[in-house]
């Protein structure tokens, strides 16, 4: 079975400093993992992912994610965070040969003060 | 594009009743998602359609049912609603052109069941 974990129900990072959202997975293959952020009242929308190749992943709006396969982690970060980056942040991830559909984590609220 | 589609936005149900939760995609994707959101608790997959004319069930298909109707659209029906079911219900696609392809996610359905 897969899992994932995000042991941070919430995030507070002030404007303009780095911010990282933590994830750490569990697969019996190998992972694809995907970052997905959420604004209040409305869908998941995509930021990135990782499929294999490059361990640094960049995403949308300035997010970019480190794929780390002996710490089994994949920690959203960016470099200055901005007051429009408060949302809810689920990592999710799918075995490469596994069953359809993806395993999300709990979800960390990020909370970005100015 | 509208991307995929849901409706309705909102439902209020009493114990007992049905009711049958609407997605359509026009991105032409293969396989559509459906998803139960509760707090702390992540996304949960009900079941799937990996293409048109075939369904599967995921982590919490127990008092659901779903009809793939034609390759846009993807219903999920409650056929005698509990509490238990008041969620956020979200619907996604994708194309199933490769493995890592990315889902793509309505905006979701807020149901309760008093």
């Known amino acids: 079975a897969q899992s994932v974990a995000q042991p941070e129900d919430q995030v507070n990072v002030a404007e303009g400093n780095p911010l990282t959202v933590k994830c750490t997975y569990s697969?019996?293959?190998?992972?694809?993992l995907f970052w997905y952020v959420q604004y209040p009242n409305r869908g998941l929308q995509f930021l990135l992912k990782?499929?294999?190749?490059?361990?640094l992943v960049k995403g949308s709006y300035g997010f970019e994610a480190e794929f780390n396969k002996s710490q089994t982690s994949f920690h959203l970060k960016k470099p200055s965070a901005l007051v429009s980056d408060s949302a809810l942040y689920f990592c999710a991830v799918r075995d490469i040969r596994g069953a359809d559909g993806l395993t999300f984590g709990k979800g960390t609220h990020l909370i970005i003060q100015p | 594009n509208a991307g995929v589609t849901q409706t309705p936005k909102f439902q209020v149900l009493k114990t007992g009743q049905s009711m049958t939760l609407q997605c359509a995609q026009d991105?032409?994707?293969?396989?559509m998602y459906w998803y139960r959101q509760d707090p702390g608790m992540g996304l949960r997959l009900i079941y799937y359609s990996a293409s048109e004319g075939t369904t599967d069930k995921g982590e919490v298909p127990n008092g659901y049912n779903v009809s793939r109707l034609n390759k846009r659209e993807f219903s999920l029906r409650l056929e005698s609603a509990a509490p238990s079911q008041t969620s956020v219900y979200f619907c996604?696609?994708?194309?199933?052109?490769?493995?890592?392809?990315?889902?793509?996610f309505g905006p979701g359905t807020r149901l309760t069941v008093l």
């Open positions: 991105m032409n994707h293969n396989s």
């Open positions: 996604a696609s994708r194309p199933r052109l490769r493995q890592s392809d990315t889902q793509y």
């Open positions: 990782y499929i294999t190749g490059d361990n």
């Open positions: 697969v019996s293959g190998n992972p694809y």
